[in-house]
């Protein structure tokens, strides 16, 4: 594990999608953290696909100083929509210290991860938060416009918050990976929504988390009028979509039903005796009635 090393898991399922990406790596390229390797997950791309990729990037990433590179490629047949085996799939090929991900579509300031990573040091927070800002945006060949800036679906300010509902963006947060256990650093493959939160959840309820810095944007989330993000925010979802996030909303509860908070994180949500075997939506329990 290489030391202060920042493992950027970028996502990208569509060859198509290259322009987005060059203006994603371009924001990682323009972090002022080194050292920081950026990890290219890809699903059943061809080998002119990452050439292609490759030849896209590589002058970014060519002058001394910038960021290290890999390629992984998911190439299994199944499942058709790969996005948690991406994410898996990256964390497999981390060298770092530190773990943070990135979706092809959206960007970070320069200032992201020198931020979080002195959230870390500061706190000893196994996992340090920050916001992005969210943008409505055009898409058209070649070029992203964005058109305005939107009031985020997502609020919240604190551990208790998030136990609720998920407020922060996959962009929003890095991991320190020294302090967790492997087997908790892993992403649900049953979930295809929501497997980002799934495993917030994991983490939050046994190692201390830092929202210290939730008041520093660093970084911009883009909802795109071609409906392209996992959840369209202008068209009405279809009865199958309507029926998996169902799906997956039982699921979430279920780990919030399972997953134990341990004495010191019961301690960090105001609990003044730790209870033994108390679980997560136990815990959101007592502090209502508590409220």
Not at 20 to 38: A, D, K, M, W, Y
Not at 97 to 125: C, H, K, M, N, S
Request: with cysteine; net charge negative.
């Amino acid at each position: 594990m290489i030391k202060h090393q920042v493992d950027c898991i970028v996502r990208l399922h569509d060859p198509k999608r290259l322009p987005e990406l060059n203006r994603c790596v371009f924001s990682l390229v323009g972090q002022t953290h080194r050292p920081l390797n950026i990890i290219l997950a890809v699903q059943r791309f061809s080998a002119s696909d990452i050439d292609a990729l490759v030849a896209e990037i590589r002058p970014m990433l060519s002058f001394p100083g910038a960021p290290t590179f890999t390629v992984v490629n998911w190439r299994e047949p199944e499942p058709a929509d790969a996005r948690t085996e991406l994410l898996n799939l990256g964390l497999s090929a981390c060298t770092g210290q530190y773990v943070a991900f990135l979706d092809y579509d959206d960007v970070l300031y320069p200032e992201a991860y020198e931020l979080l990573v002195e959230r870390i040091i500061r706190t000893g927070a196994a996992i340090a938060f920050a916001s992005v800002r969210l943008l409505n945006a055009d898409i058209h060949d070649g070029f992203v416009y964005a058109l305005c800036q939107m009031t985020p679906p997502f609020h919240g300010e604190n551990l208790q918050d998030l136990f609720t509902s998920n407020f922060c963006p996959i962009h929003s947060y890095l991991i320190d990976r020294s302090k967790i256990e492997g087997a908790v650093l892993s992403f649900d493959t049953v979930l295809t929504w929501e497997e980002d939160y799934d495993l917030l959840l994991k983490i939050c309820a046994a190692y201390p988390s830092d929202f210290g810095a939730l008041n520093k944007v660093i970084g911009d989330y883009y909802y795109k009028n071609d409906g392209s993000n996992t959840v369209p925010h202008s068209t009405p979802l279809s009865e199958r979509r309507v029926t998996e996030y169902q799906r997956v909303t039982a699921l979430v509860e279920v780990r919030r039903r399972t997953t134990f908070v341990v004495p010191s994180v019961q301690v960090a949500l105001g609990f003044a005796r730790p209870a033994p075997n108390l679980t997560i939506r136990g815990a959101l329990d007592q502090l209502q009635l508590i409220n």
